[in-house]
């Protein structure tokens, strides 16, 4: 029956991910126009880093007057400011939309999937929520009440306790981490904690608990209720309903639903006096969702929060019998919660990797002590604090205020556990995940005690030996991978020893604090496998260039860094040296008088910025100083050109010998003004890369340098059709294995 359910559930979403192909047509056509839409919003908006999303669903879309039929809603992101829209209101602005598009890189989020799942189907933005007009506020619907009633205590929480600890009151709350700052929220990823930001079944049991005490207390205070009422009936009665109204509040997120239908069945079961089988409510709770939006199926957060209180309802009575400890008592319960934590870090430690490369077992540590003061304690004074928003304001005030104090001291704690180290970084594969889960299905299923720990002591016999396998070796030869990372650039070589040389990191001019090195690169990176960059270089720095470098210097373990002696501006070049030095990572600055540098084989030269004597003088910007390295492993060459243009191409034009290569990255994204005539000639390459953003505003490549490269034997490849592009020698030039992760050959 299962087996059927799921065959069914992926053939009633095939629409959905396919998509129209008329209207994705339809979008890529009048991409980069300015579009005058109008639509109304659907769905609760969402503030995040600085700016605030709303979905859209268009009633008018227009070009110069021509009205275009575009079903599918918009995501409209608004890069600064938070507005005030809810559901319903009819809103009018001037943008730009694309289709949702991957980039074609390892390791990343599939957007393409998620916004089909959701039914989005183009994106836009605009600088500011004053670039979007309101022409009509909504009709009242009960989710637009829900709406205005957490939009109003979003804005009593920010009046009431400004600052980070707001923000993450806002969290906790009412769902809204717009104003959490991101180094924060980094800070409780790493920990383990991170779970506890996003509202989840973990805070609707908290408070549902909270609640069932306080009936329990009041009884007590009315004896004679006791003669005439089922006290937990009585209980179970009262306490549904506001939890009902906590899950509308909070968003109804898929995993806060999962825990309110498990517990209005628990409590249906008090009602009627029936068992109560957590199994079967976890089950009848995910069937119910699933039916309702079976896309929920493909959400990580569903699967993260239906897995972990799966393995908390498996392991946590297997740990604690593990324990002799008298049942009731206050050291069984703290036995109780301690192996609850370990039971939810163990079953969703192989996905957390693969979805996020990143694993931590401070969870363990963090979780006994952010819990507690967040949990039991701000989010169960917060939730009483929300209806005294209406009812009592100071009293919410002085609440909050107490909640504040419980955030700065989890914060503090934070700060400590987060200098504690991460697991070393693993990828599972998805052997290791399916061995895991079905070691948990086992031990569901498996009646004895002694047959379940066997179970529990074979599967990590199965799944160690999986992760230790080392992976295919270098071998012979310079394997180069040129990353699609947008409007900017980003290569990786691993030489034939084993180590590795990133050259810059992506970025963009105009992307609204868009970080490629998280986003991307560091993905990427750890997905290949890539646990340290021995020579990370920067040809100039330049935004499309720098940005994604930072976050690579801070996350990975670095050798050296290599860059010209041309200084850098900005606060992008000033942070990412900040962070070198705080990591002490050696500097070294090239130009064409440096010596050859030597790895693993193959030589490095560097053919420009020129040296002391060399014509340094010609130098007339940023683009032209840009770092040009010849890579020569004997088998094939590769020139690495930066952004330079026609004045440095002409300087190294002067020894067209030192230019020949077999792989060649195009100068500044094949723009027109790095199409020197005679320079590709001099090249002579087998196989030109340019990166570029699809669709791009700058119009890159342009025409003339595509026409300067047409008839390379191997091929022009870009990023922006191609993807992340690969190519390898087998024995030598004439022999190249070249693959892309949007077509592959050889």
Request: aromatic letters at 8%; glycine letters at 10%.
């Amino acid at each position: 029956m299962s087996l059927l359910l799921s065959v069914a559930g992926n053939l009633a979403l095939q629409p959905s991910l396919t998509g129209r192909p008329g209207e994705r047509l339809l979008i890529e056509q009048y991409s980069g126009r300015l579009l005058l839409i109008e639509g109304r919003v659907t769905g609760r908006p969402e503030n995040r880093d600085g700016g605030s999303r709303l979905v859209v669903r268009p009633l008018h879309v227009r070009s110069e007057g021509v009205v275009l039929p575009l079903r599918g809603d918009i995501l409209l992101r608004a890069e600064q400011g938070q507005g005030r829209f809810l559901s319903g209101d009819l809103i009018r602005c001037a943008a730009k939309v694309r289709a949702p598009r991957n980039y074609g890189i390892p390791g990343e989020f599939d957007a393409e999937r998620y916004y089909s799942l959701k039914g989005v189907a183009a994106t836009s933005s605009v600088k500011s929520v004053d670039d979007i007009l309101l022409v009509r506020r909504g009709e009242m619907s009960p989710q637009r009440f829900f709406d205005a009633m957490a939009a109003r205590a979003g804005r009593f929480i920010t009046a009431a306790v400004p600052g980070s600890e707001g923000g993450i009151l806002k969290a906790l709350l009412i769902g809204d981490c717009g104003d959490i700052p991101g180094e924060l929220k980094d800070a409780y990823s790493r920990t383990g904690v991170n779970h506890i930001l996003s509202i989840s079944g973990f805070h609707v049991g908290i408070i549902a608990l909270a609640l069932f005490h306080l009936w329990f207390a009041v009884s007590r205070l009315f004896p004679s209720l006791l003669l005439y009422a089922n006290v937990r009936r009585f209980a179970a009665a009262l306490s549904l309903p506001l939890v009902l109204f906590y899950l509308f509040l909070s968003g109804a997120a898929p995993a806060t639903s999962r825990s309110v239908l498990m517990l209005a069945c628990f409590m249906a079961g008090m009602v009627l006096e029936r068992e109560f089988d957590h199994f079967n409510a976890l089950v009848l709770a995910a069937l119910v969702l699933l039916l309702l939006n079976p896309a929920s199926l493909y959400d990580v957060s569903f699967q993260l929060s239906f897995l972990a209180l799966w393995g908390i309802m498996v392991l946590t009575p297997l740990f604690v019998s593990c324990c002799r400890c008298r049942e009731g008592g206050k050291a069984y319960r703290f036995i109780q919660f301690l192996a609850a934590s370990l039971a939810a870090v163990t079953v969703t430690l192989l996905p957390v990797a693969y979805y996020f490369q990143q694993s931590t077992l401070t969870g363990l540590l963090s979780n006994f002590i952010i819990v507690p003061l967040l949990g039991y304690g701000a989010v169960v004074a917060g939730f009483t604090a929300l209806p005294l928003i209406w009812l009592f304001p100071p009293g919410a005030e002085l609440l909050l205020h107490g909640c504040a104090l419980l955030v700065t001291l989890s914060n503090r704690v934070i700060g400590e556990l987060d200098r504690l180290p991460l697991l070393p970084d693993f990828a599972p594969s998805e052997l290791s995940i399916a061995i895991s889960l079905g070691g948990l299905l086992l031990l569901t299923l498996l009646p004895r005690r002694g047959q379940r720990l066997t179970v529990l002591a074979a599967v990590p016999l199965f799944v160690i030996p999986l992760q230790l396998v080392p992976g295919i070796r270098q071998g012979p030869g310079v394997r180069i991978d040129f990353f699609s990372v947008g409007q900017g650039e980003s290569s990786l070589l691993t030489f034939a020893n084993g180590r590795r040389m990133l050259i810059d990191g992506g970025g963009a001019l105009h992307d609204g604090g868009w970080d490629p090195g998280r986003r991307l690169l560091i993905p990427c990176l750890r997905r290949m496998g890539v646990r340290r960059i021995d020579y990370l270089v920067l040809s100039h720095p330049h935004p499309d260039h720098l940005q994604g470098v930072r976050a690579v210097a801070e996350m990975l373990p670095v050798g050296e860094f290599w860059e010209t002696g041309v200084p850098g501006e900005g606060d992008d070049y000033r942070a990412l040296k900040q962070v070198l030095a705080v990591h002490r990572v050696p500097v070294r600055r090239l130009n064409a008088a440096s010596p050859e540098v030597e790895i693993g084989g193959a030589r490095v030269t560097v053919l420009s910025p020129p040296g002391d004597g060399q014509g340094a003088g010609i130098i007339p910007d940023v683009n032209e100083s840009s770092l040009v390295m010849r890579v020569d492993d004997g088998r094939f060459s590769a020139l690495f050109t930066g952004d330079i243009g026609i004045a440095t191409e002409s300087l190294l034009l002067r020894s067209p010998t030192k230019l020949r290569a077999t792989v060649l990255k195009v100068p500044h994204h094949g723009s027109r003004y790095s199409a020197l005539p005679g320079f590709f000639a001099a090249v002579s390459p087998k196989v030109a890369l340019i990166g570029a953003g699809y669709r791009n505003s700058f119009g890159l490549p342009s025409q003339d340098a595509l026409d300067e490269l047409a008839g390379i034997p191997f091929g022009l490849y870009r990023t922006d059709l191609d993807g992340t592009v690969t190519v390898k020698s087998v024995n030598d030039s004439e022999n190249l294995v070249i693959s892309s992760t949007k077509r592959h050959f050889n």
